[in-house]
Every structure is written in C-alpha cells, then in structure tokens.
T-cell receptor
Framework: GAVVSQHPSWVICKSGTSVKIECRSLDFQATTMFWYRQFPKQSLMLMATSNEGSKATYEQGVEKDKFLINHASLTLSTLTVTSAHPEDSSFYIC????????????FGQGTRLTVV | AQSVSQHNHHVILSEAASLELGCNYSYGGTVNLFWYVQYPGQHLQLLLKYFSGDPLVKGIKGFEAEFIKSKFSFNLRKPSVQWSDTAEYFCAVRRMNRDDKIIFGKGTRLHILP
C-alpha cells in the first residue's frame, strides 16, 4: 500500500509554545489529507480536512486558530498546535487519500504530543 | 449522534476461539466500510474494505467481514484467532454524498490469551 509518513513520532514541548507536525505522502499525490486526534483508549476523532491549495475544513468544536493546518503541496500537510497546553497532549494521526468514493485512506504512524 | 457503533469495547478470547466483532452505522445512503487494526505501538493498518459487489469481503490475516445492508452492519469475523491478533480494531464508515469523510467507531480492544 501507499506510504504516509508523519514527523516527528513524538514531541515534548513546554506549555505556551507551538509545535508543528508534518504529514507526507511518500509515493502518491494527495489533494486531501485528514487530521485525527486519538485520546488514550479512545477512538480517532476527526479534527479537520486539509485541502491542497485552499483552507482546511474543521470539525465542529475544533479551534481553527489553535490547530493551524497548511497543505501547500500535493505531498505535504502540516498541523501546528499553537500555544500548546497540557490538555492538548494527545496522539495526532494524519491520513492521505480517501477523499472520495471507493478510495482508501492511508495513515501515518502518528505523533504523540506531550505538553508539560 | 454516533454514526458508527462498535458494541464490544473489550474482548478477551483464548487462542483458536472464533471471533466476531460487531459494527453498526447510522446512515441510509451509500457507504464505504472499513476495518482497521492497530497493534500495540504501531499505526493503523487496513484489514479489509467494502466498496461494492460481494458483501462478504476477505481481508488480510484470515479476517473477513459481511456487509448486511438491511441491518446497517459490517461485522468482522475470524474463525480461529491467534495470540498475535491482540490489538485494537476500529470499524470506519465513509458516508457518500454527505461529507466523504471517514468516521471511526470507538474501537474494540481484543486480548488473546495464549
């Protein structure tokens, strides 16, 4: 299957700082990428749909000013957690592809963010 | 409203037992259906998917799932589980003509006793 790579795999940051997470599709172009958040022992909650060349579409309840998404190329989307707080600590997962009928989504390995 | 329901949150089985994990969704239109597995410390992997055609789909590692449209269900099955099947299993649905996003169930944690 196609490969989606996330970087970093884990990051620890101080409260109040910003953290950028990258999601790359390595062997295919992705006009649409998705960002999920997974709390311990819970399911993946869709945060936003990242659209190449246009603004991201955020799910209800997700603060767009806090979780900045940029999808500047067909192989890269970034999620920046701004002014991070301990409650932002979570596992963030991106997926690429899967933006239409009968298409499969491929997932990155996830990024564990810990805010101290 | 919960779009994807997985009834079993935690399942414990012995090796060689048969497995069935339930998944129901609440959407009357066309859907794509998926089962993903997440082994400890690893990322999500696709087990199998249903797009159209034969409602009984076979996936990797001996897993299969049956789409029953009238019951809005897509249950995952395996006739004989192995210790290496210990993982978390997620059912997911894409609701076509609505938002095309893939929505996940809460997951089922499967623990196989050796």
């Amino acid at each position: 299957g196609a490969v989606v790579s996330q970087h970093p795999s884990w990051v620890i940051c101080k409260s109040g700082t910003s953290v950028k997470i990258e999601c790359r599709s390595l062997d295919f172009q992705a006009t649409t990428m998705f960002w999920y958040r997974q709390f311990p022992k819970q399911s993946l909650m869709l945060m936003a749909t990242s659209n190449e060349g246009s603004k991201a579409t955020y799910e209800q309840g997700v603060e767009k000013d806090k979780f900045l998404i940029n999808h500047a190329s067909l192989t890269l989307s970034t999620l920046t957690v701004t002014s991070a707080h301990p409650e932002d600590s979570s596992f963030y997962i991106c997926s690429a592809g899967g933006g239409g009928l009968n298409t499969e989504a491929f997932f990155g390995q996830g990024t564990r963010l810990t805010v101290v | 409203a919960q779009s994807v329901s997985q009834h079993n949150h935690h399942v414990i089985l012995s090796e060689a037992a048969s497995l069935e994990l339930g998944c129901n969704y609440s959407y009357g239109g066309t859907v794509n259906l998926f089962w993903y597995v997440q082994y400890p410390g690893q990322h999500l992997q696709l087990l199998l998917k249903y797009f159209s055609g034969d409602p009984l789909v076979k996936g990797i590692k001996g897993f299969e799932a049956e789409f029953i449209k009238s019951k809005f269900s897509f249950n995952l099955r395996k006739p004989s589980v192995q210790w290496s099947d210990t993982a978390e299993y997620f059912c997911a649905v894409r609701r076509m003509n609505r938002d095309d996003k893939i929505i996940f169930g809460k997951g089922t944690r499967l623990h196989i006793l050796p």
